[in-house]
């Protein structure tokens, strides 16, 4: 049991306070920095544990990563892909779907992607949701070679 951002071996304590509050294994010091990163931006839970299966599985995420206009909630930047966590998916207004295609216009312009995952998919199905997140970035890594 170990923290997975500086790898510092947990106590018993800070595991499960970790596990019951992020769903991720942090050290007491990094559980304090992803508080404040979740109370300042306000962060679903979900985009924390999504942003860590991806470190796990390999990929070079940055969270609550700023874009110039706004924060995202998760970017790679090496293949221009940015992934948002859509909670409120189930009760959106037509004023919100235009705001949405508008940010991943005004993002497309400037060569990145972005993917809207709802949380629920990440709450419960999250080693397929990380599993599908990789087999993208390899997609537009492969697109990037081949231009």
């Known amino acids: 049991m170990n923290c997975l951002e500086c790898s510092k071996e947990l106590s018993y304590i800070d595991h499960k ?3 019951e509050t992020f ?3 942090l050290c007491k010091r990094h559980q304090s920095l992803i508080t404040k ?3 300042k931006n306000k962060t679903p839970l979900q985009a924390v544990q999504l942003y860590y299966g991806l470190k796990e599985a390999g990929v070079p995420a940055m969270l609550e990563w700023w874009d110039g206009k706004k924060f995202v909630h998760i970017a ?3 293949v221009k892909l940015n992934i948002e966590i859509d909670t409120e998916y189930n ?3 037509h004023e919100q779907a235009i705001k949405d295609l508008d940010e991943a216009m005004q993002s497309f312009k400037n ?3 972005t993917i809207r995952i709802p949380h629920i998919l990440v709450k419960h199905y999250l080693k397929e949701t990380i599993n599908n997140v990789v087999d993208i970035v390899e997609s ?3 697109n990037i070679k081949v231009i």
Do not use: K, N, P, Q
Request: proline content about 0%; charged content about 20%.
């Open 111 to 113: 060569g990145f992607t």
């Open 37 to 39: 990163l979740i109370r």
């Open 91 to 93: 009760m959106i207004t």
């Open 76 to 78: 790679i930047s090496r």
């Open 140 to 142: 537009l890594r492969a």
């Open 17 to 19: 306070t970790a596990m």
């Open 23 to 25: 769903g991720v294994e």
